[in-house]
């Protein structure tokens, strides 16, 4: 199984109060509401945030990883755009997110929120780079393009995506939703977790162009004049001093078992002793390592041979899946996951591979063995430890 990280190579955050004020180098992006309290009422003021990734590194993951024969099998892999919860305030019970592909070529610019002087170099409300270059596309839309502002309370602007239910694909003749929503709801996780794995089939054949995701409330919620609706999202930016730069995440099944001429059998007994093999404890960002995974029955039945019991290898079975954590925050990095996490197997005995290019470095993280042997399901997390070191 494979889970396969790239970060953004730009990002910057659109507010209708500031229309051409740039923040290509904060360390926040954020999609909100907020009302504008003036002498007579309140005016909804919003923003919506821009992020792109390496159109070079997607298509090399899509040729060169997954591989293009899988390219629409909606079942064999996935692509999720992952943001990271900074703060949130003023959330209903329900609060819809939505990411379209956007339409037009931007500037991550060099600014930052409320910079003095105002920093214009880059995309903002009104311009897709520099002030004073081009503007956002406001009218006129081409097909399966649109825009959405407020002309009561914002200028034109705020940008442009592409939108519809479904787009052709030229691939073949199904089509494909090529927007994406996520719903928080009052007890629900506040990081962004949203399924654009149709957007990147529609980069890679060609049926729209690569200029990155928009991210912004629903219509339903923005350019509402409540003061009682006022949500705030903000997410850690590729800019940020922490951990939790945004993602693009991608996984695919690539699971296999071929035992080959192997005599070794399949664990059925409890309790086990599991231990991962293959681990040096450290690794350089962007390598791969195959971690194999050995286990037997802590007490193995007495037999007459003449080698040692307990240097017998053991399949653990199918149902059996890893995951990583990281030590310091104890937070799952990668999570247990049926579909793309399940251990392979061939001659040698139980193993998984790992990209490291997704963990940050200078971090300690831990792998997490899950099995269910005799109904029975159990994690082992026994100090399998490693390092992501700089290189």
């Given amino acids: 199984m494979a ?14 109060m500031f229309p051409a004020m740039n923040t290509g180098l904060d360390e926040i992006i954020e999609s909100t509401q907020t009302q504008i309290a003036t002498e007579n009422n309140g005016n909804p003021q919003v923003s919506r945030f821009l992020i792109q990734f390496s159109p070079d590194e997607i298509d090399d993951i899509l040729e060169n990883r997954i591989g293009t024969n899988l390219l629409m099998n909606t079942s064999s892999w996935t692509a999720n755009l992952r943001c990271f919860i900074a703060t949130e305030t003023g959330l209903a019970l329900n609060t819809q997110i939505d990411c379209y592909p956007i339409y037009g070529t931007w500037g991550m610019g060099t600014g930052k929120y409320l910079d003095e002087p105002e920093i214009s170099n880059g995309t903002s409300w009104i311009w897709l780079d520099y002030s004073g270059s081009t503007r956002w596309t406001t009218s006129g839309y081409p097909p399966y393009v649109t825009g959405s502002y407020n002309l009561n309370y914002a200028p034109a602007g705020g940008g442009t995506w592409y939108t519809g239910s479904v787009y052709p694909n030229i691939l073949n003749s199904n089509t494909y939703p090529i927007t994406s929503s996520q719903i928080f709801s009052y007890s629900s996780d506040k990081d962004i977790n949203m399924n654009v ?10 049926a729209i162009k690569d200029n990155g995701f928009i991210v912004k409330l629903s219509n339903s919620t923005e350019f509402v004049n409540n003061i009682n609706i006022q949500p705030e999202l903000k997410f850690f930016s590729v800019d940020t001093h922490t951990i939790y730069p945004p993602c693009l995440e991608f996984k695919w099944r690539d699971y296999t078992w071929n035992t080959g001429s192997s005599t070794q059998t399949i664990l059925n007994t409890l309790p086990a002793v599991v231990t991962l093999n293959q681990n040096p404890g450290f690794f350089y960002n962007g390598s791969v390592n195959r971690f194999r995974v050995n286990s037997r029955p802590e007490y193995p039945a007495q037999t007459w041979v003449t080698s040692s019991i307990y240097t017998q290898n053991y399949y653990l079975p199918t149902a059996s899946y890893w995951a990583i954590k990281d030590l310091d925050t104890n937070e799952m990095v990668i999570d247990f996951d049926t579909q793309f996490t399940q251990l392979n197997a061939d001659a040698s005995g139980s193993y998984f591979d790992l990209y490291m290019n997704g963990l940050q470095t200078e971090r300690y993280y831990t792998v997490l063995i899950k099995t269910t042997i005799n109904g029975s399901t159990i994690v082992y997390n026994n100090n399998y430890s490693f390092k992501i070191i700089n290189g």
């Fill in 3 to 16: 889970v396969y990280k790239i970060f953004p190579t730009q990002d910057a955050t659109l507010y209708s």
């Fill in 197 to 206: 794995s149709n957007i990147i089939r529609a980069w890679y054949t060609g």
